[in-house]
């Protein structure tokens, strides 16, 4: 006993460490946490349309706090913000504010939120926790923001594919429904009928395959129910991922209806109006150039955007765009033809290549290459005629 206390006090000092390291820790130890996935409703804005994700990290106990991890955020700040933001270039980030300014947010804007428990170890919950913190560290919190297969949903369902491993199950359907990943945008956008025409025109036919299970959880409704159908299996009895479903906000679904000025609607208008202008100037031996000058202007612009997001930017889904088929920059020079020297032999000859474009864009839509937007039917039927009416008045057009 005299030996041991001898030691002891040569040692006192190297004690007194060990203590305090074990001191230190144990507050760490003895935390307990409670790990949801938050899910919030689309909004009216198209930035908001498709709904979002977050990860909320209670601590329990009367002083713990209550986080939530969100990966959908952008840096104002950024230098050439606007220039990043479209070519692509433009990195989101990771932050972490408290739960209640979360749902401040969510509710002022009257957006619906559910929180789904999760029904994880200790062991996984430390894990996605430290994993969370790691991510938020100035060097690593910025990612490079990909809408389809790396944003907001994404990131999260990763983090816990790292935090449980091989042990986490997704259990998709046998026989999931076969929808393309526009088709899945589709069903967000409907109530925004110009959003949804500048989308189908800005994205290539490499958004037109079908997207698995797995892959359509980049929308967060679809990640939700991923959730729901998840289980975890190889730590004792396979359990449900999810033990608890919470509504945190609830608001009654508004009806959504198509005003006058939609795409539609105009476009047939439009249609009409170029099919009675070219009926009367046949009968009148009058060509209308101005009206072809314009469109073909219009066409041409519209060209060089689907040229720049396609060549110049590095958005994956702009790349195979089958548009340019029927709005090609070159159709600029057409307007400048018919506007300075429309007796040329080559105007004539573009004017067939054009209506040739114009088909083969429809061919493509009707084999399933690429998806169109619906409202663009008369806008086709509009170049056909033009290109056709001109091309065999060719004569005339000087």
Not at 306 to 332: E, R
Not at 340 to 351: A, D, E, H, Q
Request: contains cysteine.
């Amino acid at each position: 006993m005299f030996k041991l206390k001898k030691i002891f006090l040569k040692n006192k000092s190297i004690v007194l460490f060990f203590l305090l390291i074990i001191i230190s820790l144990a507050p760490v130890q003895a935390q307990v946490y409670e790990v949801s996935l938050l899910t919030c409703d689309p909004g009216k804005e198209l930035y908001s349309s498709f709904g979002h994700s977050a990860i909320r990290v209670r601590e329990i106990g009367s002083q713990g706090r209550d986080l939530v991890f969100n990966f959908g955020t952008f840096d104002f700040n950024t230098p050439n913000f606007y220039g990043k933001f479209a070519t692509g270039k433009l990195n989101y980030m990771l932050s972490v504010t408290t739960y209640d300014q979360f749902i401040i947010e969510y509710d002022y804007f009257k957006r619906g939120v559910r929180e789904q428990v999760l029904d994880l170890t200790g062991e996984q919950k430390d894990f996605l926790v430290q994993h969370l913190q790691a991510q938020y560290d100035p060097a690593r919190r910025f990612y490079k923001y990909d809408f389809f297969f790396n944003n907001c949903a994404t990131k999260i369902r990763d983090a816990f594919e790292i935090a449980i491993g091989k042990q986490l199950i997704w259990n998709d359907p046998s026989e999931p429904q076969e929808k393309t990943f526009r088709d899945l945008i589709d069903e967000y956008v409907y109530p925004l009928p110009w959003a949804d025409l500048g989308i189908d025109l800005a994205l290539g036919a490499v958004i037109d395959r079908n997207a698995s299970p797995y892959e359509a959880q980049y929308l967060p409704e679809y990640m939700e129910q991923a959730f729901a159908r998840a289980t975890v299996e190889g730590d004792g009895p396979t359990r449900p991922l999810v033990k608890e479903t919470r509504v945190i906000l609830e608001y009654p679904e508004e009806d959504s209806s198509y005003g006058l000025l939609n795409p539609y609607l105009l476009f047939w208008v439009f249609a009409v109006f170029v099919a009675l202008l070219t009926f009367i100037g046949h009968k009148k031996g009058r060509l209308f150039k101005g009206l072809d000058i314009t469109l073909f202007t219009i066409l041409g612009l519209l060209g060089v955007l689907i040229v720049f997001l396609w060549f110049f930017t590095d958005h994956s889904a702009t790349k195979y765009n089958w548009n340019i088929l029927w709005a090609f920059p070159g159709h600029l020079a057409l307007a400048w033809g018919l506007w300075k020297n429309p007796g040329k032999p080559w105007v004539s000859k573009y004017l067939l290549a054009a209506l040739i474009g114009t088909v083969l864009a429809l061919l493509i839509w009707i084999v399933g290459i690429q998806s169109f937007h619906p409202s663009l039917i008369p806008l086709f039927l509009v170049i056909l005629l033009r290109c056709n009416y001109l091309y065999y008045n060719k004569d005339r057009i000087a």
